[in-house]
C-alpha cells in the first residue's frame, strides 16, 4: 500500500471533518499532519477511510476541550476562521445541506454543543455516517450515539433559522449591502437589514473590533456606515467571494486580506453580520490560492 497516496486521497474530506468539528483551518491544518504522522507509523489497516477518519475526530476531540478554556477567555467575540471555498477546499457544496454545514453560523451554533455532541452530529448530518459507524468512531454504544445526536439537533435546531435563498438571490444581497454601506447610504442599508439583525466583530484584540453584539437595525446599520467610512477601509478592495458555502464580502488593503464579512439571510433579509478581521484568523484564508 502507497500510505502517502492513501492519504492524500482521503485528504480533502478529513480537512473538512477537522475544520467542521473545530471550527479553525489552522488547527484543521495541524490535527491532519499528526494524523498523517500515526499513519505513517501504523501497522496494516484493512479499511483505511474508516482508520482515518477516526483518527481524525479523536485528535479534534482532545483539541476540543482545551479549545473551549481558551475562547472562554478570548477577547471580544469568537467567530470561526473563514475558508475560501469556491476552490472545493471543504469538499462538494453543492446542496443546501453541503453549504449549511459549512456555514459560520452554523459552526457558531456548534460551540454550544459539547465536543461528543459535535462529534455525532458533523459525522451524520454532513458526511452521513449511520448510527452504527458513529459509534466505531467514537468508541461508544450505538444507543450513546442515538442520545448524542439527538440532543445535538435539539440545541442547534431551536435557535437556528434556514437559509431559504438560492445562491444566486443571496450573492444579490450581499452586492446590495456592499453597495450601500460604500455609499453611506443608511435608509439603503437598513432596508437590506432584519429588524433584529446582530452583528459580530472578531477583532481578538489584535486590531479595533467591537467588542459587543451589536443588535437592530438602525444600530447595525449606523455601525457599518461607520466602518466603511474607516480610512483604513476607505483604501481597501472590496470584492464578494465564496467563503464557508456562501457568498462574503472580503477586503484587501495593499494585497493583504484585512476582513472577512459574513451576512446571513433569510426571506431577502440580513439577519446576522459576522465580521472577522483577527490577523490570526485571516491567515489560513490568506494562504489560499486566489
Known amino acids: ?41 501504523s501497522g496494516p489497516v484493512e479499511v483505511p477511510a474508516a482508520w482515518l477518519t477516526k483518527v481524525v475526530t479523536n485528535l479534534c476531540l482532545n483539541r476540543l476541550s482545551s479549545a473551549r478554556a481558551r475562547r472562554e477567555s478570548y477577547v471580544g467575540p469568537w467567530l470561526p476562521e473563514p475558508v475560501f471555498t469556491d476552490g472545493g477546499q471543504l469538499g462538494p457544496l453543492e446542496t443546501v445541506e453541503q453549504r449549511d454545514s459549512v ?63 438560492d445562491p444566486e438571490h443571496r450573492v444579490e444581497i450581499v452586492r446590495r449591502f456592499l453597495a450601500a454601506a460604500a455609499e453611506g447610504d443608511v435608509a439603503g442599508l437598513e432596508q437590506l437589514l432584519a429588524k433584529d439583525v446582530v452583528a459580530w466583530a472578531d477583532g481578538g484584540g489584535q486590531v479595533s473590533a467591537a467588542r459587543r453584539p451589536v ?7 449606523r455601525l457599518l456606515i461607520g466602518i466603511a467610512a474607516h480610512p483604513r477601509a476607505a483604501g481597501a478592495a472590496l470584492d464578494v467571494r465564496t467563503v464557508n458555502g456562501g457568498p462574503a464580502i472580503v477586503a484587501h488593503l495593499a494585497g493583504e486580506l484585512i476582513a472577512v464579512l459574513h451576512l446571513e439571510i433569510e426571506n431577502g433579509l440580513v439577519t446576522a453580520v459576522r465580521n472577522v478581521v483577527n490577523p490570526a484568523k485571516l491567515a489560513f484564508a490568506s494562504a489560499q490560492p486566489v
Open 103 to 165: 456555514s459560520v453560523g452554523l459552526l457558531v451554533l456548534l460551540e454550544r454543543l459539547t465536543p461528543a455532541e459535535r462529534a455525532a452530529f458533523v459525522l451524520r448530518e454532513a458526511f452521513g455516517y449511520p448510527h452504527a459507524d458513529i459509534a466505531e468512531v467514537l468508541d461508544v454504544p450505538e444507543t450513546r450515539v442515538r442520545q448524542l445526536y439527538r440532543r445535538a439537533r435539539e440545541h442547534v435546531q431551536q435557535p437556528r433559522r434556514r437559509f431559504v435563498a
Open 215 to 221: 443588535a437592530g437595525a438602525d444600530k447595525v446599520a
Open 1 to 41: 500500500m502507497d500510505r502517502l497516496a492513501t492519504y492524500e486521497e482521503n485528504r480533502a474530506r478529513l480537512f473538512g471533518l477537522a475544520y467542521r468539528l473545530l471550527g479553525e483551518a489552522a488547527e484543521a491544518e495541524d490535527v491532519l499532519q499528526d494524523a498523517y504522522v500515526r499513519w505513517a507509523d
